[in-house]
């Protein structure tokens, strides 16, 4: 992994992107700011108090004297098509993650990270309603690099989606398979159950099993397999005796949870006992990168994913 933030490095050295920081009140947001200035490599913006951060030499907007504050007003505005009060609307845009998000919708920086002092709901909400999804994608969702030595896989959705369909499912797949390449990754997906190949018949299998019918039409062209335990998409002996044949034979890359409980809690299991460093989650399906970091991270996680960020503004 370490050669993949030299990669990306490498790719964003001329590129003079900015990534805004929206939690200037937390010290490891400061600390992943002040690496990346050093690293002259992408411009960190925070969000703060132009006194308490002026001592940083930082590029601070400071919501309470931001002299751009009215015309982005004016833009929410028009965005939200009169759900808001102009007064509400500025009380909104004083929240440091409105702002950030204003920030990046009116292209004044590339990208945002945040959530290292806000839940996943008050980082992502904000992304939902103003940068909303690409075309031809119906719901963001959240992945996970999960990486230990040279080991690099995909968990998702680990952030969004509390009880995904089979078409949300299939179209986190697909995502995810898309966010595996763009970081080196070469995905083989597997739509994760307790069940293998109908070894176990419910509601919740047949709706991974529709699912993998659903991804697949989606993207012929990419290696899905399902329903899968995970040990029969980890293991190679154990995939040829519970799933000979498919396409998946132990060697998958990219994980797909059948739900928000499943994958937050199986990234938080391979990162806390599996010794597995957890990289994101990075959003995926938004018009522009927003990134949500877990409010157990740490200045090192904060410094990498505004690197993601960046790199996921070039593609
Ligand atoms: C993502 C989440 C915050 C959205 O909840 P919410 O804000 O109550 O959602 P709402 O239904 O009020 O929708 C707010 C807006 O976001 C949009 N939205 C909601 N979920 C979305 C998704 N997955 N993708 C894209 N847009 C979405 C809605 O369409 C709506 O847009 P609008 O205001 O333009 O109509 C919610 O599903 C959630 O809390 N998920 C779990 C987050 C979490 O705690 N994860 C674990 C830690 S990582
Ligand atoms: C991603 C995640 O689980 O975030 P948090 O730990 O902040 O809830």
Same mark, same amino acid.
């Given at each position: 992994m370490s050669n993949l933030f030299e990669e990306i490095k490498d790719k964003l050295k001329d590129a003079n992107l900015s990534i805004v920081l929206p939690e200037g009140t937390d010290e490891r947001i400061i600390e992943a700011a002040l690496k990346l200035k050093e690293d002259g490599i992408i411009q960190p913006i925070v969000i703060g108090s132009k006194n308490d951060l002026e001592h940083t030499g930082l590029t601070v907007i400071d919501p309470n004297s931001y002299e751009e504050m009215d015309e982005l007003v004016q833009v929410f505005m028009e965005l939200r098509k009169g759900r808001e009060t102009e007064e509400q609307a500025r009380e909104l845009l004083k929240h440091v993650n409105y702002l950030g998000t204003m920030l990046v919708y009116t292209k004044?920086?590339?990208? !945002?990270?945040?959530? *290292?002092?806000?839940?996943? $709901?008050?980082?992502?909400?904000? =992304?939902?309603?103003i940068i909303k999804t690409k075309p031809g994608i119906s719901k963001a969702s959240g992945a996970f690099i999960m990486v230990k030595d040279d080991l690099r896989f995909v968990f998702a959705d680990c952030a969004l989606t509390i009880a995904p369909t089979s078409e949300d499912l299939a179209e986190i797949?697909?995502?995810?398979?898309?966010?595996?390449?763009?970081?080196?990754?070469?995905?083989?997906?597997?739509?994760?159950?307790?069940s293998t190949k109908g070894s176990a018949k419910s509601k919740e299998t047949e709706k991974?099993?529709?699912a993998t019918a659903i991804a697949k039409s989606m993207a012929p062209e990419i290696v899905i397999e399902g329903e !899968?335990?995970?040990? *029969?998409?980890?293991?190679? $002996?154990?995939?040829?005796?519970? =799933?000979?044949?498919a396409a998946v034979q132990g060697d998958a890359t990219v994980f797909v949870f059948p739900s928000l409980e499943a994958g937050n809690i199986g990234y938080k299991i391979a990162e806390r006992l599996g010794g597995f460093e957890a990289i994101g989650p990075i959003l995926q399906g938004l018009n522009a990168p927003v990134n949500d970091l877990s409010r157990g991270c740490s200045a090192e996680d904060v410094y990498k994913l505004a690197y993601i960020t960046a790199a996921q503004a070039l593609i």
């Open positions: 004044r920086a590339h990208g !945002l990270v945040s959530g *290292a002092a806000h839940t996943t $709901a008050e980082t992502v909400r904000p =992304a939902l309603q797949a697909v995502e995810s398979a898309k966010t595996a390449l763009a970081f080196g990754i070469t995905p083989k997906v597997a739509m994760l159950s307790f991974v099993v529709n !899968l335990q995970f040990d *029969a998409s980890i293991v190679p $002996a154990i995939a040829a005796k519970k =799933a000979p044949g």
